[in-house]
């Protein structure tokens, strides 16, 4: 398995429960070796196996050098598309440039990313492409803009590839999770955070590790004839 953005937060939760389910887990990062270094060791230790890998997932040229490394060692059979920022700002205000990164890491990178899997999966007759999205490419969040549409266009992405691998025993999924406790949203002002999770029916945020596990299920045997669908996981 290989799992984009996966030293912290979701990406990390992620990145445990597979090695859990027992897949031997490539942890990608963008400039953070030491977390990723770790991880890998907390894997190893309790009995897994994990290597760290660097790319910029929203770079062609990077996401092919990732991928000369990763293949070089043996056949990809779980991709984890997770890697994601934010450039909150009410579109009055927004730039081109926070435009445009938001694009080329959450949504560009997918197409970076499965055209390095894809075909292979498929001539191999298995493979699990799972594509994080948000509730907020669901719903729009106001100050979102880019990040809403980057996150909309996984769930179309996802729903485009799954159709076209469905026979060919890959499935493509996506997880749409809520607010869930991860530096992402920590950084939100308390007032405005607590104002969303005023709106939320169990009154929380998510555990990362709850959107971990729903991803080891749709990894699994047991999720095999689910695909082009998204997991909403935000609290009701
Ligand atoms: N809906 C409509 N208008 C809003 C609004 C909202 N939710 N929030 C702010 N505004 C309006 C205000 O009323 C104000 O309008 P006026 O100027 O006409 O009075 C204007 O926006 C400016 O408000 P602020 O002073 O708060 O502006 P700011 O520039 O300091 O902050 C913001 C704007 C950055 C968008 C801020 O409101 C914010 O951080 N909002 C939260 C955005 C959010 O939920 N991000 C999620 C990050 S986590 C994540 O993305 C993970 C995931 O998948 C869930």
Redo the contacts with the bound molecule.
């Keep these: 398995a290989l799992v984009t953005g996966a030293t912290q937060g979701i990406g990390r939760a992620i990145a445990l429960a597979l090695a859990e389910a027992g897949a031997n887990v490539w942890i990608n990062h963008l400039n953070q070796a030491e977390a990723a270094t770790a991880l890998v060791a907390r894997i190893v230790a309790s009995g897994g196996q994990a290597r760290a890998v660097q790319a910029d997932v929203g770079s062609p040229a990077q996401v092919a050098d990732m991928f000369g490394w990763v293949l070089a060692e043996g056949e990809l059979d779980i991709l984890v598309n997770n890697a994601?920022i934010?450039r909150?700002?009410?579109f009055a205000?927004l730039d081109v440039a926070q435009w445009d990164a938001v694009i080329a890491t959450n949504l560009s990178s997918l197409f970076n990313m499965c055209k390095q899997v894809s075909n292979k999966m498929a001539s191999r007759g298995w493979g699990r492409i799972i594509n994080i999205?948000?509730?907020?490419?669901v719903k729009g969040?106001?100050?979102?803009t880019n990040?809403s549409a980057a996150?909309a266009g996984v769930i179309g992405f996802t729903k485009a590839l799954a159709a076209e691998l469905a026979a060919k025993g890959v499935t493509v999924n996506a997880i749409a999770?809520?607010?869930?406790a991860?530096k992402?949203?920590m950084?939100?002002?308390p007032e405005?955070?607590q104002?969303?999770i005023d709106t939320v029916p169990m009154k929380r945020l998510a555990k990362p590790e709850e959107i971990g596990g729903a991803c080891a299920y749709l990894a699994s045997d047991l999720a095999a004839f689910m695909t082009g669908a998204t997991m909403n996981i935000n609290g009701g």
């Design positions: 994601g934010t909150d700002r009410l205000k999205s948000s509730v907020n490419g969040q106001a100050g979102q990040y996150k999770p809520g607010y869930v991860t992402m949203v950084a939100i002002k405005i955070l104002s969303i």
